[in-house]
């Protein structure tokens, strides 16, 4: 039986006059042909012999196997040209141009010596992914990049200011994207913008989570930022554009919610604004009487306790802070009662 299907030949193949003139050839042949009964030479039904240099159109599977040597090697000598070409003609469901399986080795493999090639190109016309890469290994990669010289492993780019080069995402809760090392001085994953931008960036839309996260399991810092670019600099810096606050150190057991330390001696810690300390206020002496009591301050044996008058009181100032750690209360004492009610500041520190 015969089909009347046509191939399509790789894009840029242009018939030549030989070609031409083997099909006007091959056409008039078609027609004697007709007219004494006998089979087209332009065309090859199931169980004809191949013909070089013709479309060889039929209805069944054509295999070719080789028991010590390649299957089927297709060579191209033409710049341009492609030595082996598949294409899927089906219209409804879609089919495969090209398909390649192994039992213990690569399915399909490329290569190329050419330093501006690839050794496998996927390239899709449409909306779709020009390479993908699936698998339902639970320790495997859907798609594996390797360099065993000095370049990357995988590489992704992108023309476009509002696309990435490289996006993972992981629609089951999972992490989009994962970097492991064993180095003991390179980062897992690391960010580098040749522009103006940050190196890495992250974003949440959480009342309860970071946009970037660290964690260290190991005793060291969870995040660290350094700065070498000058005196204008932060090694970190924390900015909130609404209400919250630009930076939150949190600490239990004996550790610091914040430590500001200068490795030289100089200025470990400075403030530009107000200051707000938890253990600090402002209390009022009644008048004729001689002292006040604070409560509720957390206390140590190291807690040192500051007070001073908030308003001129000639002959009156404070003798005493008396603290009672017990009862977490410390009392204020002048030197003689007040007429009239006083206001006295205190501060703890340690």
């Given at each position: 039986?015969?089909?009347?299907?046509?191939i399509?030949?790789?894009?840029?193949?242009?018939?030549?006059?030989?070609?031409?003139?083997?099909?006007?050839?091959?056409?008039?042949?078609?027609?004697?042909?007709?007219?004494?009964?006998?089979?087209?030479?332009?065309?090859?039904?199931?169980?004809?012999?191949?013909k070089?240099?013709?479309?060889?159109?039929?209805?069944?599977?054509?295999?070719?196997?080789?028991?010590?040597?390649?299957?089927f090697?297709?060579?191209a000598?033409?710049?341009?040209?492609?030595?082996?070409?598949?294409?899927?003609?089906?219209?409804?469901?879609?089919?495969?141009?090209?398909?390649?399986?192994?039992?213990?080795?690569?399915?399909?493999?490329?290569?190329?010596?050419?330093?501006?090639?690839?050794?496998?190109?996927?390239?899709?016309?449409?909306?779709?992914?020009?390479?993908?890469?699936?698998?339902?290994?639970?320790?495997?990669?859907?798609?594996?990049?390797?360099?065993?010289?000095?370049?990357?492993?995988?590489?992704?780019?992108?023309?476009?200011?509002?696309?990435?080069?490289?996006?993972?995402?992981?629609?089951?809760?999972?992490?989009?994207?994962?970097?492991?090392?064993?180095?003991?001085?390179?980062?897992?994953?690391?960010?580098?913008?040749?522009?103006?931008?940050?190196?890495?960036?992250?974003?949440?839309?959480?009342?309860?989570?970071?946009?970037v996260?660290?964690?260290?399991?190991?005793?060291?810092?969870?995040?660290?930022?350094?700065?070498?670019?000058?005196?204008?600099?932060?090694?970190?810096?924390?900015?909130s554009?609404?209400?919250?606050n630009?930076?939150?150190g949190?600490?239990?057991?004996n550790?610091?919610?914040?430590?500001?330390?200068?490795?030289?001696?100089?200025?470990?810690?400075?403030?530009?604004?107000?200051?707000?300390?938890?253990?600090?206020?402002?209390?009022?002496?009644?008048?004729n009487?001689?002292?006040?009591?604070?409560?509720?301050?957390?206390?140590?044996?190291?807690?040192?306790?500051?007070?001073?008058?908030?308003?001129?009181?000639?002959?009156?100032?404070?003798?005493?802070?008396?603290?009672?750690?017990?009862?977490?209360?410390?009392?204020?004492?002048?030197?003689?009662?007040?007429?009239?009610?006083?206001?006295?500041?205190?501060?703890?520190?340690?």
């Amino acid at each position: 039986m015969k089909s009347d299907a046509t191939i399509q030949r790789p894009p840029g193949e242009k018939p030549s006059r030989r070609r031409f003139l083997g099909a006007a050839t091959a056409g008039l042949a078609v027609l004697i042909a007709r007219g004494l009964g006998r089979t087209s030479s332009a065309r090859a039904d199931d169980g004809d012999p191949v013909k070089l240099g013709q479309d060889n159109i039929a209805n069944g599977t054509t295999q070719i196997s080789s028991s010590a040597q390649n299957g089927f090697v297709g060579y191209a000598q033409a710049a341009g040209r492609i030595g082996v070409w598949g294409q899927d003609g089906s219209v409804a469901t879609g089919g495969v141009g090209v398909k390649g399986t192994s039992a213990f080795g690569d399915g399909v493999q490329g290569s190329t010596s050419a330093t501006s090639g690839t050794g496998v190109l996927g390239e899709h016309t449409g909306n779709g992914p020009g390479v993908r890469g699936t698998t339902s290994s639970a320790t495997s990669s859907g798609v594996l990049g390797e360099n065993t010289g000095l370049g990357d492993g995988v590489r992704g780019t992108a023309e476009d200011a509002a696309s990435s080069g490289v996006t993972g995402e992981n629609t089951a809760g999972g992490y989009g994207v994962t970097g492991t090392t064993d180095s003991a001085t390179k980062p897992a994953v690391w960010g580098n913008n040749e522009g103006a931008g940050p190196g890495v960036e992250g974003d949440a839309d959480s009342a309860t989570n970071a946009g970037v996260s660290g964690n260290n399991v190991g005793g060291g810092d969870g995040v660290r930022g350094t700065s070498s670019g000058g005196s204008t600099g932060s090694g970190v810096h924390g900015e909130s554009a609404s209400n919250g606050n630009g930076v939150t150190g949190v600490a239990s057991g004996n550790g610091a919610g914040v430590l500001a330390e200068h490795a030289d001696g100089e200025t470990a810690l400075e403030v530009v604004g107000k200051a707000l300390f938890s253990r600090s206020g402002i209390a009022t002496i009644p008048g004729n009487q001689a002292s006040v009591t604070i409560s509720g301050v957390d206390l140590t044996g190291s807690s040192g306790i500051l007070a001073t008058l908030q308003k001129l009181r000639p002959g009156r100032y404070v003798i005493a802070v008396v603290p009672d750690l017990g009862a977490n209360t410390f009392t204020i004492h002048l030197n003689n009662a007040v007429n009239n009610n006083t206001k006295v500041a205190w501060f703890v520190f340690g």
